[in-house]
């Protein structure tokens, strides 16, 4: 099991939460639940994408992960080559969501 995390310094997080959302529905992106974890996730090309968003203390923490769509369930992070097609729709969301939550949270 490999997620991508990346943690970034906000002044107040509660600013923008309300764009966060509004800009994961306009990806496609739906709330919900998966293995007591709050989640944004869509499905992927022959997979799920998962985006998690988490505060702590001046800090949003964002977490993404892709999961396999076949016999065996597998998570996979954003890096790498295997999955390279699914993981890089998820890495273009990520990258976009954190450029906003640092141009809005410095």
Sequence with gaps: MSRYSNRIPV???NLFTGEIAAFLQSQGYKLGQRNNETVWWRDGFNCIEY???NYDYGTVIVTAFIVTIDVIEYEMGIKGFMGAVPKAKLKKVVEALEAMIRAKGV
Excluded: Y
Aim: avoid cysteine.
């Design 11 to 13: 002044r107040d997080p």
């Design 51 to 53: 985006i998690i968003i």
